[in-house]
């Protein structure tokens, strides 16, 4: 799951790679046609093909570094604009068609990445300006065509790769608020756990101490009272002992309606679809609280150990089957790969009278079986 950030951002820089290698055969493809053309001989040509070539090559570098935050501008962006500039100065006289300054485009989408957006609208204009002045001077191309044309590559072109960039932030912060919920929701739930504890033992601890007082003055005045208290201190000390192992074993009786409710919505914010087929009118409250421990552990599971995209919950009968793919390498039969959570819950199964097992399947997917006794 934690891996899923990072795959979006290298699928959207690939796709930026792939678009600036596109671009690239474009120009070269202008340099070629022009010198078939007899418009620029090949030095000439050579020349401006380094000059693409070299601009293009600074390019995947440059969008790795300001990906992630807006840096300031380094060396290889302005190595990068040089190039760029010698690219678009030897714009060949004879390109009556193409968009050879897209060159400098490229450029000013990259640079888009570091600079406000108010700086680069003017860094833009004055390319824009530049640029379809150049290109017209030495190519005798009418400069209004020249102008819309450089204008419209130069507002495509960086907001295409702005839009890219906000893409993959979106992505990254989607992320990191779904982790920053999930350790909020974990330390609400110590939170709560601590409160409960204090709530059940507070007033015993409290009544202990006195009683425990209380029978330490009265062991030399009367002993029989202090005997008597003494008993009292004793059966208070087993209720809240029977208390503690309630809570720590889980106190309040989970509802299975409720738990599966909740796993799908965990499951589902975490990428993984989920889906649920469940009979449970005829199970006792018992049984329903025991599969309820089983759907909670074992979507747990999911979660921790595998990078599933579909889950599916099916009880029946008070069986439940729990699948669900991806598995981190092979995985095991039985228990013995399994985490705390599911070797605690086999053990209350068959302390119930029903039996657990996990195991793969021939499809490569996860099973987990549950089933309580009738």
């Given at each position: 799951?934690?891996?899923?950030?990072?795959?979006?951002?290298?699928?959207?820089?690939?796709?930026?790679?792939?678009?600036v290698?596109?671009?690239?055969?474009?120009?070269?493809?202008?340099?070629?046609?022009?010198v078939?053309?007899?418009g620029?001989?090949?030095?000439?040509?050579?020349?401006?093909?380094?000059?693409?070539?070299a601009?293009l090559?600074f390019?995947?570098?440059?969008?790795?570094?300001?990906?992630?935050?807006?840096?300031r501008?380094?060396?290889?962006?302005?190595?990068?604009?040089?190039?760029?500039?010698?690219?678009?100065?030897?714009?060949?006289?004879?390109?009556?068609?193409?968009?050879?300054?897209?060159?400098?485009?490229?450029?000013?989408?990259?640079?888009?990445?570091?600079?406000?957006l108010?700086a680069?609208?003017?860094?833009?204009a004055?390319?824009?300006?530049?640029?379809?002045?150049?290109?017209?001077?030495?190519?005798?191309?009418?400069?209004?065509s020249?102008?819309?044309?450089?204008?419209?590559?130069?507002?495509?072109?960086?907001?295409?790769m702005?839009?890219?960039?906000?893409?993959w932030?979106?992505?990254?912060?989607?992320?990191?608020?779904?982790?920053?919920k999930?350790?909020?929701?974990?330390?609400?739930?110590?939170l709560?756990?601590?409160?409960?504890?204090?709530?059940?033992?507070?007033h015993?601890?409290?009544?202990?101490t006195?009683?425990?007082?209380?029978?330490?003055?009265?062991?030399t005045?009367?002993?029989g009272?202090?005997?008597?208290?003494m008993?009292?201190?004793?059966?208070?000390?087993?209720?809240?002992?029977?208390?503690?192992?309630?809570?720590?074993?889980?106190?309040?009786?989970?509802?299975?309606?409720?738990?599966?409710?909740?796993?799908?919505?965990?499951?589902?914010?975490?990428?993984?679809?989920?889906?649920i087929?469940?009979?449970?009118?005829?199970?006792?409250?018992?049984?329903?609280?025991?599969?309820?421990?089983?759907v909670?552990?074992?979507?747990t599971n999911?979660?921790?150990?595998?990078?599933?995209?579909?889950?599916?919950?099916?009880i029946?009968?008070?069986?439940?089957?729990?699948?669900?793919?991806?598995?981190?390498g092979?995985a095991?039969?039985?228990?013995?790969?399994?985490?705390?959570?599911?070797?605690?819950?086999?053990?209350?199964?068959?302390?119930?009278?029903?039996?657990?097992?996990?195991?793969?399947?021939?499809?490569?997917?996860?099973?987990?079986?549950?089933?309580?006794?009738?």
């Open positions: 799951m934690a891996t899923r950030p990072e795959t979006a951002k290298k699928i959207l820089l690939y796709w930026m790679d792939a678009t290698a596109l671009m690239g055969f474009m120009l070269s493809m202008l340099v070629l046609t022009s078939g053309e007899g620029i001989s090949v030095p000439h040509a050579v020349a401006a093909e380094v000059c693409v070539l601009a090559a390019l995947p570098l440059i969008l790795r570094d300001a990906y992630d935050d807006r840096p501008p380094t060396a290889k962006l302005v190595a990068c604009g040089l190039f760029s500039a010698a690219a678009v100065a030897l714009v060949p006289s004879s390109v009556t068609a193409g968009s050879w300054e897209m060159a400098g485009s490229l450029w000013l989408s990259v640079l888009a990445l570091y600079l406000p108010r680069t609208a003017c860094v833009g004055g390319l824009v300006a530049l640029t379809a002045f150049y290109v017209s001077a030495v190519s005798d191309r009418p400069w209004p020249l102008l819309f044309s450089v204008t419209l590559s130069a507002v495509l072109l960086p907001g295409t702005m839009l890219w960039r906000w893409l932030w979106t992505i990254r912060e989607a992320y990191d608020s779904r982790e920053a999930a350790t909020l929701a974990v330390s609400n739930e110590r709560r756990f601590a409160r409960d504890l204090h709530d059940l033992l507070g015993s601890l409290s009544v202990l006195l009683k425990s007082e209380l029978a330490a003055k009265l062991a005045i009367d002993a009272k202090a005997a008597a208290e008993a009292d201190v004793r059966r208070l000390a087993a209720e809240s002992l029977a208390e503690v192992q309630v809570a720590v074993d889980g106190y309040r009786v989970l509802d299975l309606d409720e738990e599966l409710a909740g796993v799908r919505a965990a499951l589902e914010a975490a990428g993984a679809r989920c889906l087929e469940a009979r449970t009118d005829d199970l006792s409250p018992a049984a329903r609280t025991l599969l309820a421990w089983a909670r552990e074992g979507a999911v979660l921790k150990h595998s990078t599933a995209t579909r889950c599916a919950i099916v029946d009968g008070g069986v439940l089957e729990m699948r669900n793919d991806g598995v981190h092979p095991t039969s039985g228990l013995n790969g399994a985490g705390s959570g599911l070797r605690g819950l086999a053990e209350r199964m068959a302390a119930a009278g029903g039996s657990f097992t996990t195991a793969a399947t021939p499809g490569g997917e996860f099973l987990l079986r549950a089933a309580v006794p009738a």
